[in-house]
């Protein structure tokens, strides 16, 4: 007897349920065993817990973009992704980083670089190229082109920071990621990075905080940099914009921090040391940094340094910059000099400073102004001898130290002031100047322009006026337009040195003042000479003979033979009376200086100048150009020096205390009325040095104050150009031409 079954499992107590289990036939596609499975998962649904159904897609034929959990899995094999959906999501994750990393590169700009990193300051150099102050910028850098970093100096780096430089694209992702992962975990970032990537961050982004945002920018721009300059800009910007301690940024102010020479002098030693400081300069100076980190000691850090600079020097011969040969040649450390605040901008060096960038700033070939300068990064080469400024100073001290004694006598000793300067007439250079005890405290620069009467010795551009252009003829007249002049010769040209003389047009009429009134000229101490040549009243300096002369020759004559040797017109008195001749004008130490060299170099005059070059970035952007003009037929000049000559050799001669035995020397004193300056200009062949010697009250409130006597002054009776300006002048040109070939003087031309 038949009985029918069920197609499916029937009820829990097992009957029929190995059904599924017996061996037989696999079925059809479409057959009772998939519709079973079917109606066993519907089964489930309907009496079972309801697992099925949240862990199972059931939807008949419905097919999922991604399959996870996995269909058909149970247990933890729906939970274990399948290899398809690993390689897929791995690939979309690829897919998306490069499309977003692609995106990000085109997007990201390079910036330029920051102001900062450009900031730099303006360095100016003795006569021999020695640094003599750093001033005008913001920063202790001077940015200098590839050509001037040694090529030690370049490996040096590269040893010690990112020894793939020369071949890397400019980024060290795994540097890169480390430094991510800390900041992101809030640790301390790290290092890894190249030279590019070090060059980006010092140069190209600033100050910026250290985030994760600001790595990435920094991976990206690293990479657009290292693509797009040359290996040689990269490293240039890296070492000018790498922090070396000591406030110097930039190889070059480094060098001249460390060493007191420039980049390009260095030796591998030395370069090793320095690159060792990229590491850290606060632990790697050997001064110490005790006031950043007590523990960077100057013992700890010289240890510490010694170590990382031997292991530099071996790094650079085991990375072939370097020979074991060369490396034998720097057996010990390279200690560099102690640590100096450098020159201040005090005692002379701060008008020295002030003189040089007047030079710049007036020359209009180079297109500079003040703003430029301030903003830095120039190498200004200057005339200074750093010798002959410290003599002309002790020179100045000496005589202040013994005669000038404020504390004994306050009436006549207080607010002495001495100017001074020197000039080379070979050439124009400004050798030394003396501005006074301190730039800091003194803020007039008593060598250029103080407006201090140069009383005499001013004499001498009459002699030049009379000598080249003559005397006119009295029998022209004024009215008749007559320019006919008459020679004039320092021996046989004869005039009056009476005392109180009457003072008369050169046609001979009475020279009347405003008023009315008579010129009657004075000498000093009221003595008379009775009629002297031209070269006996130069030697005694007798006024009224000059004075009557400068009327003979005309007072614009006069002017323009000051002009033409080199004193700047907007300093001459603009007036025409008797004592324009004597010296009522306020040309500067300087220029007096310079106008006399005219003499010196047989009548040519040249500027006075204190530049010699000027450099940015190592490339010359000015040089001096020697330049003369013939001020004077050489006659001329020769027979003023030679009458100057006498002033100084004549026992009768004012300039007598400014004797150099051996050397020739010519000179002239100076002393204006009421005694309130006093002067003596002269030189040799090879310099030219006006000294001055004044009262007045300048302080930085009140510059340029009211001239004071000096009756009195320094225990003298009456302060002359023959008495301490003569005394500093023969002090500091005895030591100034100690060694130096005696030269004379060409013998006088007659005219």
């Not at 110097?248 to 921090?257: D, K």
């Amino acid at each position: 007897m038949t009985q029918n079954r069920p197609e499916g499992p029937q009820s829990p107590d097992g009957e029929n349920t190995d059904d599924r289990r017996r061996p037989g036939p696999a079925p059809e596609d479409g057959a009772d065993s998939g519709h079973a499975e079917r109606d066993g998962g519907q089964g489930d649904v309907e009496g079972g817990d309801g697992k099925a159904d949240r862990d199972t897609d059931t939807s008949a034929g419905k097919k999922r973009l991604i399959d996870y959990p996995r269909r058909g899995k149970g247990g933890v094999r729906r939970w274990i992704p399948s290899w398809r959906l690993v390689l897929g999501t791995s690939f979309a994750v690829v897919t998306a980083t490069v499309g977003a990393a692609t995106v990000a590169y085109a997007l990201v700009e390079v910036p330029d670089p920051t102001r900062a990193a450009e900031a730099q300051n303006n360095v100016y150099y003795w006569a021999d190229g020695t640094q003599m102050a750093a001033t005008g910028g913001e920063i202790n850098r001077q940015i200098i082109g590839i050509g001037e970093i040694p090529v030690a100096m370049q490996n040096a780096a590269i040893s010690a920071e990112n020894k793939t430089f020369r071949t890397d694209a400019g980024v060290d992702p795994m540097g890169i990621g480390r430094a991510v992962v800390n900041m992101a975990k809030g640790s301390e970032t790290q290092g890894g990075s190249t030279i590019t990537q070090q060059y980006v961050k010092n140069s190209r982004l600033g100050d910026q905080p250290k985030s994760v945002s600001r790595k990435v920018k920094e991976l990206f721009v690293s990479i657009k940099v290292g693509a797009d300059m040359d290996k040689s800009d990269i490293m240039a910007g890296y070492l000018n914009s790498a922090y070396y301690g000591r406030n110097s940024y930039g190889i070059q102010a480094a060098a001249r921090t460390y060493y007191g020479k420039n980049a390009r002098d260095l030796n591998p030693s030395e370069c090793a040391f320095l690159a060792s400081l990229l590491k850290g300069a606060v632990y790697f100076d050997p001064a110490g940094s005790v006031d950043i980190d007590p523990t960077a000691t100057p013992q700890a850090n010289l240890a510490r340094v010694t170590d990382r600079w031997k292991w530099v020097m071996n790094e650079m011969v085991k990375d072939g910059h370097l020979s074991a040969a060369e490396r034998a040649k720097h057996p010990t450390f390279p200690m560099p000099q102690s640590t100096s605040k450098g020159a201040k901008l005090g005692g002379q060096v701060g008008y020295l400073v002030d003189l040089a960038k007047a030079n710049v700033l007036k020359d209009r070939t180079l297109g500079l102004d003040a703003d430029d300068l301030a903003r830095g990064g120039y190498e200004i080469h200057t005339t200074f001898d750093k010798k002959k400024v410290q003599q002309l100073e002790q020179a100045v001290k000496k005589v202040r130290t013994a005669s000038i004694k404020p504390d004994k006598r306050p009436k006549t000793d207080t607010h002495v002031q001495f100017g001074g300067a020197s000039v080379d007439p070979r050439t124009g250079a400004i050798v030394a100047v003396y501005g006074g005890e301190d730039a800091t405290k003194h803020f007039t620069n008593n060598a250029d322009a103080t407006g201090v009467p140069v009383g005499s010795t001013f004499k001498a551009f009459v002699l030049a006026a009379a000598l080249r252009d003559g005397v006119r003829d009295p029998r022209g007249g004024a009215d008749q337009g007559s320019d006919e002049r008459t020679p004039v010769d320092p021996d046989t040209s004869v005039y009056s040195g009476q005392d109180k003389l009457k003072i008369k047009n050169y046609d001979g009429s009475v020279w009347l003042t405003a008023e009315g009134k008579e010129w009657l000229q004075t000498n000093d101490g009221n003595e008379s000479y009775g009629n002297v040549s031209l070269r006996e009243a130069m030697i005694r300096s007798a006024n009224s003979p000059f004075v009557q002369l400068g009327m003979d020759v005309g007072i614009p004559s006069v002017r323009r033979a000051a002009v033409d040797a080199g004193v700047l017109e907007n300093s001459l008195n603009t007036s025409d009376v008797p004592s324009f001749s004597l010296g009522i004008s306020s040309p500067s130490a300087i220029r007096m200086a310079g106008a006399y060299g005219t003499f010196a170099d047989g009548g040519k005059q040249r500027e006075p100048y204190s530049v010699t070059k000027v450099k940015r970035e190592g490339r010359v952007v000015y040089a001096h150009k020697d330049e003369s003009q013939q001020a004077f037929p050489a006659a001329v000049a020769g027979s003023v020096t030679d009458v100057l000559r006498d002033v100084v050799e004549d026992e009768e001669g004012t300039g007598r205390n400014a004797r150099l035995p051996g050397r020739e020397v010519a000179g002239k004193t100076g002393t204006t009325d009421g005694n309130k300056s006093a002067w003596f200009v002269g030189y040799t062949p090879q310099l030219s040095t006006a000294i001055d010697m004044y009262r007045r009250d300048d302080n930085e409130k009140n510059q340029n104050g009211t001239f004071l006597e000096m009756f009195g002054t320094g225990g003298q009776a009456k302060i002359h150009g023959a008495s301490f300006p003569s005394e500093i002048w023969r002090t500091y040109m005895t030591e100034a031409l100690k060694g130096q070939a005696v030269l004379r003087f060409s013998a006088p031309e007659q005219p």
